[in-house]
Nanobody, 123 residues
Framework: QVQLVESGGGLVQAGGSLRLSCAASGRTFSSYAMGWFRQAPGKEREFVAAISWSGGSTYYADSVKGRFTISRDNAKNTVYLQMNSLKPEDTAVYYC????????????????WGQGTQVTVSS
């Protein structure tokens, strides 16, 4: 059973930074892509970023491109989301997600999900 545990959320002022982490277990981490989604109150869950099994390919939603960076450490079974220049509209619960593919660009909802971590950006 794949388990995903996010950490690193919190309250930050607009313009600030946060780094989210997601520790994965239950399968060979280095063989699969990973992704991040978010869901704001009253809105649908939306794709944020994804990274291929090797880290060689990354994908971003237009709303975060240039501000967020996804990365992974296969030795630590962990994927990260570095969020810079945060805006109030980035406020949401952020979810780590794990598709059953080595590469993934966010075009469908993955198979496995973490419990989510709250990110709140104050203006």
């Amino acid at each position: 059973q794949v388990q995903l545990v996010e950490s690193g959320g919190g309250l930050v002022q607009a313009g600030g930074s946060l780094r989210l982490s997601c520790a994965a277990s239950g399968r060979t981490f280095s063989s699969y892509a990973m992704g991040w989604f978010r869901q704001a109150p009253g809105k649908e869950r939306e794709f944020v970023a994804a990274i291929s099994w090797s880290g060689g390919s990354t994908y971003y939603a237009d709303s975060v491109k240039g501000r967020f960076t996804i990365s992974r450490d296969n030795a630590k079974n962990t994927v990260y989301l570095q969020m810079n220049s945060l805006k109030p509209e980035d406020t949401a619960v952020y979810y780590c997600a794990a598709p059953e593919k080595p590469d993934y660009s966010g075009s469908y909802l993955p198979d496995y999900w973490g419990q989510g971590t709250q990110v709140t950006v104050s203006s």
